[in-house]
Each structure stands twice: as C-alpha cells, then as structure tokens.
T-cell receptor, first 117, second 113 residues
C-alpha cells in the first residue's frame, strides 16, 4: 500500500521561475494538506484541499502561491516568480476522513526540497 | 493565536539514557495530539496520537506520551534510547474547530553510541 508520494524530491529554480510541486495522496484518501518547513523551523500549514475544492487556504501567502487538487491526478502546489525566501521543504499530507471529524490522522509524504538560486 | 511549543531545540544523550521531550499548547478547546518523528533523510512518521480516553498513550518503537489536560501538555518519553532514535521529533496539535495541524518547532535528538 503506497504512501503519500511527492515529486520531485529536490527542485532547483532560479529567481523569477515557476515551481510546481506534486502530491499524490495515499490510496483511498481524498483530503490533502500542504505544509512548508523553513530552515530551522517547524512545519507551517499552508492549505487544505479536497477534490476540486480548496477548503482552507489561511496559511497560503497572498501572492504567487496557488494550489489545486483536480478530479483526476495529483495535487499541485504552484509557486510563481520564486524568490530566495521560498527555499524550503514542502510537505504534503493526506487523510482518509473529513477534517472536521474527531478521528483522523494525517500521513506525510517525503517532501520536496526547493532551492531558489 | 493557537500555538505549540517544544521546550528543547537540541538534546544530546547516550544510549540507554531516558528521554523526555516537552510539548505545550495554547488553550483552545478540544484537541487531538500527535508526535511525529523525522529520521535523517526521511519523511515524517507518526509515533503516536491521542484523541480521547486513557491519557497515557503508547506508540511505536517504545515511545509513550502523557496528556495532562490541566497543564496543556503532551510530553513524549522513552525509558531507554538507542542510537537509532537519533532524529527530529515534532509535536503537533489539531484543535477541534480547525482542519490543520499546528506544529511545534521540533527537537533534534542525538543519541551517542
């Protein structure tokens, strides 16, 4: 039973380029969460999505960042016109039941390490 | 704002020593509590979780954690560590009113052989 898959594992971009990070949830999971881990910091929530819906994007920067989880295919976190401050590890997690329920667990992928030159 | 704090950023200890990592969270109602571990070069793995019931929770690899509601704490313990426990440990909280996990800053544990 495959876990949460993320690709690429490492991504290098120059300032001004676009970064696309992909996340495939565990089989049977329809809820996806993105977190960012800046150097020497803990993980910070960015966005929570269900298929074709953004449920909570309270942690997303207002500009340049967007996320989607289409009906078919992986969830995508897109960062336009990257800057050096975007360098971080981006983790995706998935869960099997509605986040509003009292019993759920998020399972994490291996992360994508983005380096902006 | 809801927050989670881990008291120690770095812990160094020898094999067979006991480990206790502190985690406190801010008040905000009903919570679900988690400890995750990140071994070098690997992704976050769930060590244990608390939803309700017995406040002493046992997880994988000999870890346990105790939920003390009056202290808003969820400390992680292991009686006797091994070199393979070298990792970064994260406490995380989900408040009932929200969807997301709020993480502490992490504690890096180095176990010397």
């Amino acid at each position: 039973n495959a876990g949460v898959m993320q690709n690429p594992r490492h991504l290098v971009r120059r300032r001004g380029q676009e970064a696309r990070l992909r996340c495939s949830p565990m089989k049977g999971h329809s809820h996806v969460y993105w977190y960012r881990q800046l150097p020497e910091e803990g993980l910070k929530f960015m966005v929570y999505l269900q298929k074709e819906n953004i449920i909570d994007e309270s942690g997303m920067p207002k500009e340049r960042f967007s996320a989607e989880f289409p009906k078919e295919g992986p969830s995508i976190l897109r960062i336009q016109q990257v800057v050096r401050g975007d360098s971080a590890a981006y983790f995706c997690a998935s869960s099997p039941s509605p986040a509003g329920g009292s019993i759920y667990t998020q399972y994490f992928g291996p992360g994508t390490r983005l380096t902006v030159l | 704002a809801q927050s989670v704090s881990q008291h120690n950023h770095h812990v160094i200890l020898s094999e067979a020593a006991s480990l206790e990592l502190g985690c406190n969270y801010s008040y905000g109602g009903t919570v679900n509590l988690f400890w995750y571990v990140q071994y070098p070069g690997q992704h976050l793995q769930l060590l244990l979780k608390y939803f309700s019931g017995d406040p002493l929770v046992k997880g994988i690899k000999g870890f346990e954690a105790e939920f003390i509601k009056s202290k808003f704490s969820f400390n992680l313990r292991k009686p006797s560590v091994q070199w393979s426990d070298t990792a970064e440990y994260f406490c995380a909280v989900k408040w009932a009113a929200g969807n997301k996990l709020t993480f502490g800053g992490g504690t890096r544990v180095l176990v010397k052989p």
